[in-house]
């Protein structure tokens, strides 16, 4: 079945380090990836994807993530943190021909000053 | 640019009532969907349209229905509410024949089942 894999519940980083949000995914077929993230009572903002060619991609805010087939790994980076970044970052795969799309169990963000 | 729009924003129910909640997808978007997310829960999966046909359907109860309309936008119908329907519930959109995987979302309809 195809499942999307957050291990990573909560992290906290501080302000101006780097950060690495890790997903791992499960799909036979090749994946279309993505990642979003949402605020506190806010929506779904998409972040980047990942769907052929290129496997490190970029993204809005700084935010870049690296697509590796063999690991089926999908993990999210952004070499410098802002407090505006504390969120939930939400990994999601495509699947199925109307690429409905599997979501991970969220990590939370926390960036301290 | 324009993005999927949902109304209304919030609302506020009584167990057993019914709530209609709409979308309007970002226009020449030929599929929408919706996702139920709960709190602090990931979103789940409810139902897609192309081209106003159901082309999926996911953890949709029978007390819920959705359609999609000539014009594209869609309504969710959700009858019989209980206390755990309360959850934020985004629609979803993206462009099947125009190649596009990317799905864009709403801000998400807030509905508090009391």
């Known amino acids: 079945a195809q499942s999307v894999t957050q291990p990573d519940i909560h992290i906290t980083v501080s302000e101006g380090a780097s950060l690495e949000l890790r997903c791992n995914y499960s799909?036979?077929?090749?994946?279309?990836l993505f990642w979003y993230v949402q605020s506190p009572g806010q929506g779904l903002q998409l972040l980047l994807k990942?769907?052929?060619?290129?496997?490190l991609v970029q993204g809005i805010k700084g935010f870049e993530a690296e697509f590796k087939r063999s690991q089926s790994s999908f993990n999210l980076r952004k070499p410098s943190v802002h407090w505006s970044d504390a969120a939930e970052y939400f990994c999601?795969?495509?699947?199925?021909?109307?690429?409905?799309?599997?979501f991970g169990t969220g990590t939370l963000l926390a960036v301290q000053p | 640019a324009a993005g999927v729009i949902q109304s209304p924003r919030h609302l506020i129910k009584e167990k057993r009532e019914t709530a209609t909640l709409k979308c309007y997808p970002i226009?020449?978007?030929?599929?929408v969907y919706w996702y139920q997310q709960g709190p602090g829960q990931d979103p789940q999966f409810l139902i897609s349209?192309?081209?106003?046909?159901?082309?999926d359907k996911g953890s949709i109860p029978d007390r819920f229905s959705a359609q999609q309309f000539s014009d594209y936008h869609s309504e969710l119908n959700m009858s019989s509410l209980e206390l755990g329907d309360s959850a934020l519930y985004f629609c979803?959109?993206?462009?099947?024949?125009?190649?596009?995987?990317?799905?864009?979302f709403g801000e998400g309809s807030w509905l508090t089942v009391v």
């Open positions: 349209f192309y081209e106003k046909m159901q082309s």
């Open positions: 990942y769907f052929s060619g290129d496997t």
């Open positions: 799909y036979g077929a090749t994946p279309y």
């Open positions: 226009p020449r978007h030929d599929t």
């Open positions: 999601a795969v495509a699947v199925g021909a109307t690429n409905k799309l599997i």
């Open positions: 979803a959109s993206s462009s099947r024949t125009a190649g596009g995987n990317t799905i864009y």
